[in-house]
């Protein structure tokens, strides 16, 4: 295929495709030229053919696949080429029909892997559109996710801002209970000092009436027990002065 065949220029894939295809039609072509030799064509009409298929060829493969129809097919000028190589007219009219028929074949083939610029075109915008589609539903779903991700977090923190604040209330009325049951025990401790500090007084104060009360008995009975023995004393006395007169 030459570089350049008029303004279009095919590039890429599409030139890889075209040069498969180019290559499969002129294997087909060789072998109905063959074809053509084994029942008795001469070779130098052969090699016509082949010059009018190559031209008809490279005339196609330098317009786009979408104006193929426009210029596939052997006319009168092929017709006549061949007339002059010595081959008659009906048989030259049955080869350019054989041939024409083999490539409108194989380019029909081709074409239909090929879409028009506006197809391509359109085609494009529907990947585009498909694309910014994609983007913004993923640009959707990310703020979608982001504002739950959000409010999942706000939630969160507001139920360990509760759970916190319910812990620091049930630690503080722990520790009031604490606090108030201490206040109690002591209390009740310090009652019980008290009341224990007043019966220890009262028993003192018993014991010391106790003691003060046998103090006085016993000075009262040592005075009774002096009284006694005086007088016992005094007795005697005057029983052994009354028998000492008597004696005497």
């Known amino acids: 295929m030459a570089a350049v065949c008029g303004n279009w220029r095919p590039r890429g894939a599409r030139r890889n495709a075209m040069l498969r295809s180019r290559a499969r039609v002129g294997h087909r072509v060789g072998s109905q030229v063959r074809k053509l030799e084994s029942q008795g064509v001469p070779t130098k009409q052969a090699e016509a053919i082949t010059s009018a298929i190559t031209e008809v ?17 052997i006319g009168a000028p092929e017709v006549r080429k061949l007339e002059s190589q010595g081959v008659p007219t009906k048989q030259a009219e049955a080869i350019t029909s054989a041939i024409t028929e083999v490539l409108n ?61 319910e812990l620091k209330y049930e630690i503080d009325k722990v520790t009031a209970g604490q606090r108030l049951d201490l206040n109690l025990e002591r209390g009740r401790i310090r009652d019980e000092l008290a009341k224990q500090n007043e019966e220890t007084t009262d028993l003192t104060t018993k014991l010391d009436k106790e003691i003060h009360s ?35």
């Open 57 to 73: 060829l490279n005339d196609s493969y330098c317009h786009p696949p979408t104006e193929w129809p426009l210029f596939v097919g």
């Open 214 to 248: 046998l103090k006085a008995q016993l000075e009262a009975a040592k005075y009774d027990v002096i009284k006694y023995c005086i007088g016992t004393i005094v007795s005697i006395s005057a029983v052994g002065l009354a028998v000492l007169r008597i004696v005497m």
């Open 105 to 165: 074949d194989s380019l029909e083939s081709i074409s239909e892997s090929f879409v028009s610029k506006a197809e391509m075109q359109k085609s494009e915008m529907l990947q585009e559109a498909n694309i910014s589609k994609f983007k913004s539903q993923v640009q959707s779903s990310q703020e979608n996710h982001f504002s739950l991700l959000q409010r999942e977090t706000e939630k969160l923190r507001g139920d360990i801002d509760k759970m916190r604040s």
